[in-house]
Structures are given as C-alpha cells and as structure tokens.
C-alpha cells in the first residue's frame, strides 16, 4: 500500500529535547515572540473557529512593502521548509534532478525524493562555503532545481556577489535557483548577495525567508517567498488550503511592524556568535549558530548534555545555536566542565 521508495528516503531528524537542559540544538531563539505579536495572536486566537485567510492577503501586502516588492511577487507557507518543498514539486517530476550544496538543510533530499526527483548532493569547500563551480558541473540536462543557502545551515557562510553572479551566468534560463535566506536578519557580512535585489536581475531566482528565527515564531510556522509572479503563482497552486493559520498571520503582522525591536535581539546574538567562535575555535558565522566541523560529533553532544547543554551532531561536525548573553555563559562553563 506504500511506496516502494520511502524505505530509503531519510526522515527529517529534529533538534534533541530534554527537560530542564538548554537547548541549543533548533536554531530557536530564546526570547519569546516580541510583545505586540504576542497580543495580536491572541486576539486572533479567539477567532480560531473561523477560517484563515488562505491567502494571508494581508501579510503579503505588509511585506510587499517592507521587501520594496508587489504583493503578485509573494508567497506565503508554513514556514520557509515548506515553501522550499512547494518549490520542489512546481520544478520537478520523477527522474529530474535537484542539486544543493552538503551539508546544508537536511530537508533538501527528503523534498526531493517526495516527487520522486534524484537528489545531487554537492560537498562544501574546505572552509564551509558553497562550492559553487562544483554546484555548475553538476547542471545536466535533468536539472530543474537548484538550492543555495547563505548564509549555510550549519556552516553559517555566505555567497558573495560576484559569487553569484559569476554562478548565475552558468546556470541556463529554465532552471529555477531557490536562494534559501532564513538567517537572513542574522548576516553583518558586507559582500553578500541578497534576494530580493536578486530577483530583478535574474527571473529564474526565488528568494525563500522566515518567521520561524530572527522573529522568534517557529512555534506558528509561517515563512515567505519571493520572485517572478509566474514562479510565485505557481507556488500558490501547490500550497495547502488554509495552511498558514489566523494566530501565525497575526503574529507575522505585528512583528513586521516592530523592525526596530527585532534588530536589537539580532544584535545580541551577533555579539555573543563571535564570542563563542573565538572560546571554541571556530570559524565565525552569519548565522544565529556556529560549526564546528571535523570533530567527534557523538561525543561533543554527549558531554555537553551530561553538563545540561544540548547541541545539534552530524556526521560532520556540530552546531551550536547562539541565543542570549546568560545562555553563552552557561554553554562557556558547560563547554569547560565537559573537558572540551
């Protein structure tokens, strides 16, 4: 009764829990939504018995002007996951190709195994970052997507402009680019790419952010894209009815009217992901995270959750979420203690 297939597609393996342990293992923030989000999904929470919005006409509209773009440009999902999968199943079918760089999001292969497309796995450079000359020898003729992630979960690097305009003019005209920026809020860096100035240079490119971080709503799921209106028309036509709820368009309404506030929670992190960087040798990122590649993943974890610290192990290193002052110094002594 069920695909032959699903035996070997992998399951999303979400960030470890534990009761009374800091978790630093989601990329969460720790901060509660900020105040004015909170009262707005509330009030919408008394009006659950109705319907939302299905097509959050109302969010579209607010970051059509925030983003400088037409409200016809936008989508809005569960979250930017499930705009990323949306755009998966408008590029390809059974036996195309969907290329992204490794290790990234690990939910890029399960989408594209979920419309039975071949996924094509390129590893990361030496230094974390996308390895983008590998990303265009692998285009085929089976190509339809391609994923980039800047700034990289978990390395936390980016894509510089010339990067990708140097990538873009490889890249043929119908093969669709989702450029992933769900740590957008998080990047300082001077020399990066960004896609909202991206899409009006390149009608194949889609830009792809989040609520679920820097606005500290990953409880409600509700994410966006952006790009050409044919690309975000047909990203409409896959997303499911009523899917973004009344509390989750209230929440990302209210938030996007207390921009000044968000900044200051960013920079808090940005502060305290250089600070841990430096304590633990590692390279500094863009991201509410660092990455330590190369290490004993396994272990790293289970001496950091045997002194009440969880973190994120792959099996090519580990992630650390960055929140808060307080919470760095809690990772700094258990880090100490676990005789890392």
Request: glycine share 6%.
């Amino acid at each position: 009764m069920i695909r032959p297939d699903l035996s070997a597609m992998p399951a999303y393996v979400p960030g470890t829990r534990q009761p009374d342990a800091l978790k630093l293992s989601s990329n969460e923030v720790t901060t509660t939504p900020l105040p004015a989000a909170v009262r707005a999904m509330a009030e919408a929470a008394a009006g659950a018995n109705r319907y939302p919005d299905m097509f959050a006409t109302d969010v579209k509209q607010a970051l059509a002007e925030n983003l400088g773009l037409e409200a016809n440009q936008i989508a809005v999902g569960c979250g930017s996951s499930a705009l990323c999968q949306q755009l998966v199943q408008i590029t390809a079918t059974p036996g195309d190709e969907v290329i992204f760089p490794w290790r990234s999001f690990e939910a890029y292969p399960i989408f594209a195994r979920v419309v039975g497309a071949t996924p094509v796995a390129v590893p990361l450079l030496h230094d974390g970052r996308h390895d983008l000359d590998a990303m265009a020898d692998a285009i085929s003729e089976r190509t339809r997507l391609i994923f980039l992630c800047s700034p990289n979960n978990p390395s936390g690097t980016v894509i510089t402009q010339g990067e990708f305009d140097e990538f873009m003019a490889k890249v043929p005209a119908d093969v669709v680019v989702g450029l992933d920026e769900a740590y957008f809020e998080y990047n300082r860096a001077e020399d990066t790419v960004v896609a909202t100035e991206a899409i009006n240079r390149y009608p194949n490119v889609v830009g792809l952010r989040t609520f679920s971080k820097a606005y500290g709503l990953a409880g409600v799921r509700i994410g966006y894209a952006f790009g050409s209106p044919e690309l975000i028309s047909a990203l409409d036509k896959m997303a499911i009815p009523f899917g973004v709820s009344s509390v989750a368009q209230a929440g990302a309404l209210a938030s996007l009217d207390a921009a000044d506030e968000l900044l200051e929670r960013t920079e808090e992190t940005v502060v305290q992901r250089d600070r841990v960087a430096d304590a633990l040798g590692a390279r500094r990122s863009e991201a509410n995270f660092i990455w330590l590649p190369g290490v004993d993943s396994t272990d790293v974890a289970e001496r950091l959750a045997a002194q009440g610290v969880l973190v994120r192990a792959f099996p090519e290193g580990v992630r650390i979420t960055v929140t808060t002052r307080a919470e760095t110094d809690q990772l700094l002594e258990a880090w100490r203690a676990a005789g890392l």
